[in-house]
């Protein structure tokens, strides 16, 4: 009667996590890593670099980044203008092809922190929260160093 319970009981969490949306990160998974930002002064200015890897069957996009370290976080992208001068620019997503990676780097990609609300000094770590369309939010420790 037991052993009938317990698998009663497996085969209801079955359906529930089926369900829920937890099925939609079978196959694959988004996955950060080597997340790092530069040192900076509370009011200044900080960028955050990290790679992200998608290795699901569909392609994502990385709608928003968000963290308590700064009043404004958003993502840039380096450009070279015609003139051959590199400028900053701002992008309200990117696409993260599917089983490839997006590296966030100095010149490219990377997340802006503006107005930090605290120093941020090397060895520090601090959260920033990723916003993917499809996979949902992703919590990333971000580690404070002068390069990656």
Not at 23 to 45: F, I, K, Q
Not at 59 to 73: E, F, K, M, N, Y
Not at 102 to 123: I, T, Y
């Amino acid at each position: 009667m037991v052993h009938r319970f317990v698998i009663l009981c497996i085969l209801g969490f079955m359906v529930v996590l089926s369900t829920t949306g937890c099925t939609a990160r079978t196959g694959g998974s988004v996955m950060v890593e080597d997340a790092w930002a530069r040192p900076g002064l509370a009011g200044g200015m900080s960028a955050a670099y990290f790679i992200i890897h998608n290795t699901t069957q569909q392609s994502d996009v990385l709608v928003g980044v968000a963290g308590p370290v700064a009043s404004v976080i958003q993502l840039h992208r380096s450009v070279m203008d015609t003139n051959g001068i590199m400028k900053m620019e701002h992008t309200d997503v990117v696409e993260i092809p599917a089983r490839s990676s997006v590296s966030f780097e100095p010149g490219g990609l990377h997340v802006m922190l503006v107005d930090l609300q605290q120093d941020l000094r090397g060895g520090q770590q601090f959260d920033l929260t990723l916003t993917f369309q499809n996979y949902g939010d992703m919590t990333i420790p971000v580690e404070v160093k002068e390069e990656g």
